[in-house]
C-alpha cells in the first residue's frame, strides 16, 4: 500500500489537489479479529497518542485537504507522510512559485485545523469495499485514475490527448480499477488467521 502510494504518478492529483495523506506509519491490532480497516492505528509521534485509522476519513469529513500532513487532534501536530514520488518531482519545479507562501499557508492551515475533529465517529461507517460494494469503488477508482493521469501525461508530456489514449486508457483503467477494488476489498477486511 505505501509502495503504491509514492510509485502510482495518478496519486499525486490526490495528493496535491485534494490533498489526501498516507501516514508514514500505520500500526495494527494484531489480536483483534475485526477488520484490517477497524484495526489499524496511526501513531503520533509527538505525544504517543494512538488514534484509530479512521480518524482521517470522508465520514468524517477529514480524509481530504490534508495538504501539510496528518493533523493530531490531541496535541495540535503533524503526523509525518509519505510523499508520492511525482508530487515530489512537481513540488521541487514549482517550488519558486509557492515557496514563498508556504510559512503563512501552512498558518492559516493549521488555524482551521481544530474545528475540523471536534465531532470524530467510528460508529456505522460506510463500508466502500464490503460485499459488492468493491466493484462500484473499483470502477470509480479506475475513472479517476483515467482523468488523472491523462492530467499527469499532458503536464509532463504536453501533448494533446488523443481518441487513441482514450481508447486504450478506457479498458486498462476498467480492469485497473476492479483489479484495485477486489485487493482493497481483500486488504481492508483482512481478519487475523487465528479467529
Ligand atoms: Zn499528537
Not at 67 to 91: D, H, M, V
Not at 177 to 190: A, C, D, E, N, T
Request: net charge positive; aromatic share 14%; charged share 15%.
Amino acid at each position: 500500500m505505501m509502495l503504491h502510494w509514492i510509485i502510482n504518478p495518478g496519486l499525486a492529483v490526490n495528493e496535491l489537489l485534494l490533498g489526501q495523506r498516507v501516514p508514514k506509519v500505520t500500526l495494527e491490532d494484531k489480536i483483534s479479529d475485526k477488520p484490517r480497516i477497524e484495526r489499524s492505528f496511526v501513531p503520533c509521534p509527538h505525544c504517543n497518542t494512538y488514534h484509530d485509522g479512521r480518524t482521517w476519513s470522508i465520514h468524517n469529513g477529514t480524509a481530504f485537504k490534508n495538504w501539510f500532513g496528518l493533523y493530531c487532534p490531541n496535541c495540535g501536530q503533524i503526523i509525518p507522510c509519505l510523499t508520492n514520488a511525482t508530487s515530489f518531482i512537481i513540488l521541487i519545479l514549482t517550488y519558486p512559485v509557492w515557496g514563498w507562501f508556504k510559512s503563512s499557508l501552512k498558518e492559516n492551515w493549521l488555524k482551521k485545523q481544530p474545528d475540523r475533529y471536534r465531532e470524530l465517529s467510528y460508529e456505522s461507517l460506510p463500508k466502500p469495499y464490503q460485499g459488492k460494494n468493491w466493484i462500484k469503488s473499483g470502477l470509480l477508482w479506475g475513472l479517476f485514475m483515467l482523468i488523472s493521469m491523462t492530467l499527469i501525461f499532458l503536464l509532463f508530456e504536453g501533448k494533446a490527448i488523443t481518441l487513441g489514449t482514450i481508447l486504450i486508457g478506457i479498458p486498462l483503467w476498467t480492469i485497473g480499477g476492479l483489479g484495485f477494488g477486489y485487493f482493497m476489498k481483500k486488504y481492508s477486511m483482512k481478519r487475523n488467521a487465528s479467529h
